[in-house]
């Protein structure tokens, strides 16, 4: 697992080593996630730190078409055990794709994810992409640029666009004033 690039803001955030946190969690932990290729995330940990970074799932050289979906599922195990259980998942909801190949990507990762929330009971929701720019920006069409600057200005280091969506798709899922519908 990459290790987080996140540099989370005042006294909500930590930027602990890595995703072990400590054991005693006064909230539920949440899950953000900007599916494709490389896969951006964003953790609220129970006790409410947040962590963040990208994960990349390019298939190899020698491998099937499904490997990246099997690393995706063996990924979500890995940060679930390192959280201490995911209460919530939530993802952006891509309807309109570059092209053919992105599409089959995404929809592969978006299967995968809610067959394995199904699986582990755990609810899931996806928000479309409008949303999550109108929340961060105030503009339902902003660019990638636009989304980095505004997760920067929030305190937050985002290595790249896929980080940023992450990260503002989590702080809409855990606003106190939205973000729940």
């Not at 490997?67 to 890995?78: A, P, Q, S």
């Not at 009971?121 to 720019?133: A, S």
């Not at 980095?148 to 106190?176: K, Q, S």
Request: aromatic letters at 8%.
């Amino acid at each position: 697992m990459a290790a987080p690039t996140l540099t989370a803001p005042a006294a909500e955030a930590s930027s602990p080593a890595g995703i072990d946190p400590p054991l005693r969690q006064t909230g539920s932990t949440v899950l953000a996630l900007d599916l494709g290729t490389t896969v951006g995330w964003a953790l609220r940990m129970g006790d409410h730190s947040i962590l963040s970074g990208t994960q990349t799932f390019r298939p190899g050289r020698f491998e099937g078409g499904g490997m990246r979906y099997l690393r995706f599922t063996d990924w979500l195990v890995e940060v679930a055990m390192r959280a201490h259980g995911i209460r919530r998942v939530v993802f952006e909801e891509v309807r309109r794709h570059a092209g053919t190949d992105a599409a089959h990507v995404y929809g592969g990762f978006l299967g995968t994810l809610t067959a394995w929330c199904e699986e582990h009971e755990i609810p899931y929701q996806g928000v479309p992409v409008g949303t999550i720019k109108r929340f961060a920006t105030g503009k339902g069409n902003a660019d990638k640029a636009a989304m980095i600057a505004a997760v920067r200005a929030r305190g937050f280091a985002p290595a790249d666009d896929n980080e940023a969506d992450a990260i503002a798709l989590l702080l809409w899922a855990t606003d106190p004033q939205g973000g729940r519908a």
